[in-house]
C-alpha cells in the first residue's frame, strides 16, 4: 500500500537517490534535462509515492516541467523523471504517479503533456507518437520516443515545431494565465 503525495523540499536526497539507482548513469545528461536546467518544476505535479509503513519508503517519483513548443511557443507540460524504485517495479506505482499527475495536470488546465520514453508503455495512458511526429528536441534525442498526449479536446492539434526552455510570461502569451509554475 502506497499513499500519493506532492513533493516537499525533505524529499530531495532520497528523490535523487531513488533517480540515481532506477535510471543508468549519466541521466542529467539527456536531452530533457537541458530543457530542464533553470527552470522551475510544475510543483503541484511533483508527487511521490511512500510506502505507509512506519519508515514511510519512498517508492516512486515523477516530476513535471513546463516547456513551449513551436514559434507559437504553445504551453505543455513535460512529463518526467517518472521511476519506481528498483525493487518496487512491475507493482502499480509508476502507472499510479501517471494516472494521478494527468488528473492533477487537467484540473489544472495544462492542455498538453509530452515525454520521451516507449510507446509500448506509455500507449496505455494515451501517450502517442503520432500525436508528437511533427514536435522536435534537441539532438541527440531519438524522435520515435517523442511521444504526445492532449488533456483536452483538440490539445495537439497544430502542435509541431521544436521545443523549447520554458520562459517567464510564456503562460500568459499563450493566452492561459491559470496555467502556473
Ligand atoms: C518505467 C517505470 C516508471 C514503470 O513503473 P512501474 O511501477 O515499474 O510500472 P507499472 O507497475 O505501472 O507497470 C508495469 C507494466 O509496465 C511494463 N513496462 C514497464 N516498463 C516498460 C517499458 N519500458 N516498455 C514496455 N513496457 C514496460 C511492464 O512490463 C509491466 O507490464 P504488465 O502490466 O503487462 O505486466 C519503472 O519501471 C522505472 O522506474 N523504470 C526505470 C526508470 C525509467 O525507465 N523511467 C521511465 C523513463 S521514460
Do not use: K
Request: one cysteine or more; aromatic letters at 6%.
Amino acid at each position: 500500500m502506497v499513499t500519493v503525495s506532492q513533493e516537499t523540499p525533505d524529499d530531495r536526497w532520497e528523490i535523487e537517490a531513488l533517480l540515481d539507482s532506477a535510471f543508468a548513469p549519466g541521466r542529467t545528461g539527456l536531452s530533457s534535462y537541458r530543457l530542464r536546467e533553470g527552470v522551475e518544476p510544475v510543483r503541484a505535479l511533483c508527487l511521490t509515492a511512500r510506502d505507509a509503513d512506519e519508515g514511510r519508503t519512498l517508492a516512486g517519483t515523477i516530476r513535471f516541467w513546463p516547456i513551449a513548443i513551436g514559434e507559437a511557443r504553445a504551453p505543455a507540460l513535460l512529463l518526467g523523471p517518472v521511476a519506481a524504485h528498483p525493487t518496487r517495479q512491475g507493482e502499480g506505482i509508476g502507472a499510479l504517479l501517471i494516472l494521478e499527475g494527468l488528473e492533477r495536470a487537467e484540473a489544472a488546465g495544462w492542455h498538453r503533456c509530452i515525454l520521451i520514453g516507449d510507446e509500448p508503455y506509455y500507449a496505455r495512458f494515451g501517450f502517442r507518437r503520432a500525436l508528437a511526429e511533427r514536435i522536435t528536441f534537441p539532438p541527440p534525442t531519438n524522435p520515435n520516443r517523442i511521444l504526445a498526449r492532449a488533456l483536452v479536446d483538440g490539445g495537439m492539434d497544430g502542435i509541431e515545431g521544436p521545443v523549447h526552455r520554458w520562459r517567464a510570461g510564456d503562460g500568459e502569451a499563450a493566452g492561459d494565465p491559470s496555467i502556473e509554475t
